[in-house]
């Protein structure tokens, strides 16, 4: 079983490394661009396991490890087709 | 209109974070977690244009700057209901 899990900053969090991203695209010409940000995506390969049962390990592997719930928010994605 | 780019590494290329991210979360007591790979979300906010052009002009952005294109592999989402 495939879990993904989408990591973005919580609005009004300064994010410097979008900041840059949209300035880059702008100096290379790229004027549509008008904001920038960016996250993580993690991909889990888990043992498989009752739905609910394995979405609310991974909302605690979040909690605890992969997103720092201060200034991050997550959404979680479960995937059985894929191996 | 948004467009989402998931830049991920492509098979094969190590991926240290991700090993880094299982053995953590084995260590935490995780012991379902079999492996974990981690890419980058990037999200644009770009002034409205023709959808196959926008497309084209995302790709370009991905081929220069988002991406780099000798172990990273991209996916481009455009989503014209948000503004």
């Known amino acids: 079983m495939i879990a993904r899990v989408y990591v973005?900053?919580?609005p009004g969090v300064?994010?410097?490394q979008g900041?840059?991203?949209a300035s880059s695209l702008n100096d290379l010409?790229?004027?549509e661009v008008q904001?920038?940000?960016?996250g993580k995506v993690i991909e889990l390969k888990l043992a498989n396991g009752e739905r609910d049962l394995?979405?609310?390990r991974v909302k605690?592997?979040?909690e605890k490890l992969?997103?720092?719930t201060v200034i991050e928010s997550y959404r979680i994605e479960l995937d059985e087709t894929e191996e």
Not at 35 to 38: K, P, R
């Open 8 to 10: 973005g900053l919580k």
């Open 14 to 16: 300064l994010d410097p």
């Open 19 to 21: 900041r840059t991203i």
């Open 29 to 31: 010409g790229f004027e």
């Open 35 to 38: 904001d920038a940000t960016q």
């Open 54 to 56: 394995v979405k609310a």
């Open 60 to 62: 605690e592997m979040c």
């Open 66 to 68: 992969l997103a720092n």
